[in-house]
């Protein structure tokens, strides 16, 4: 069972250069969400996806773009990346809807490491 | 959203209970407690959430005050497999209870576990 799964792992990219993150889960969650951590600090909230076709923007939304692709899929997109987005973003997903026994737990997946030169 | 208030940072010794504090007195009545922990290394993983009443799993129990302002994560046996950071947040659930709000992270706190 894969959960929730991120690509790539780890990458360098120089200032002004574009990439995306691509994050995908199998639990069929309606609800994926974007998160940054930068050293020593807690998670940022930088996008969610509430449902297919839906997206939000959270605390730190500036130089991010993002595409609800399907159910499974949410990407992250830095058009023209910075040297303040070496970070390590956090994909998560999760079930919202109501309901007894559902804790709306949030299931993350192991990161991407990007550092911006 | 309503802010929580963690110690920057704790320590126990193995095989000790823990008791992880956290203020919110700001809380809203919907708001959930929701605990997180995030191990090194690795993405953040659910510990335990509750409303009003005292909670138990197999994790850790989640005590909460009566008037809801603090409430405290209790590990009763630390393990060296439990140093990790660990969040309280508070979630909004909406009136209907159909569905839950995002979940914002503070700083939390740092639990060093000594051999």
């Known amino acids: 069972n894969a959960g929730v799964t991120q690509t790539p792992k780890f990458q360098v990219l120089k200032t002004g250069q574009s990439m995306t993150l691509q994050c995908a889960q199998d639990m069929n969650h309606n609800s994926m969400y974007w998160y940054r951590q930068d050293p020593g600090m807690g998670l940022r909230l930088i996008y969610y996806?509430?449902?297919?076709?839906?997206?939000d923007k959270g605390e730190v939304p500036n130089g991010y773009n993002v595409s609800r692709l399907n159910k499974r899929e949410f990407s992250l997109r830095l058009e023209s990346a910075a040297p303040s987005q070496t970070s390590v973003y956090f994909c998560?997903?999760?079930?919202?809807?109501?309901?007894?026994?559902?804790?709306?737990?949030?299931?993350f997946g192991e990161g991407s490491r990007l550092t911006v030169l | 959203d309503a802010k929580t208030t963690q110690p920057n940072s704790m320590e126990s010794n193995e095989e000790e209970p823990v008791h992880l504090p956290c203020n919110h007195s700001?809380?809203?009545?919907?708001?959930?407690i929701h605990w997180y922990r995030q191990l090194p290394s690795q993405g953040p993983e659910y510990v335990i959430h509750?409303?009003?009443s005292n909670v138990n799993n197999r994790m850790a129990s989640l005590a909460i005050a009566e008037d809801r302002k603090s409430s405290t994560l209790i590990l009763h046996r630390a393990t060296l497999r439990d140093a990790a950071v660990y969040y309280c947040?508070?979630?909004?659930?909406?009136?209907?209870?159909?569905?839950?709000?995002?979940?914002?992270f503070g700083q939390g706190t740092i639990l060093t576990v000594h051999p």
């Open positions: 998560a997903s999760s079930n919202l809807a109501g309901g007894p026994g559902n804790t709306g737990e949030l299931f």
């Open positions: 700001t809380i809203s009545g919907t708001d959930y």
């Open positions: 996806s509430a449902s297919e076709g839906t997206t």
């Open positions: 509750g409303l009003t």
């Open positions: 947040i508070l979630r909004d659930r909406n009136a209907g209870g159909t569905s839950y709000g995002k979940l914002t």
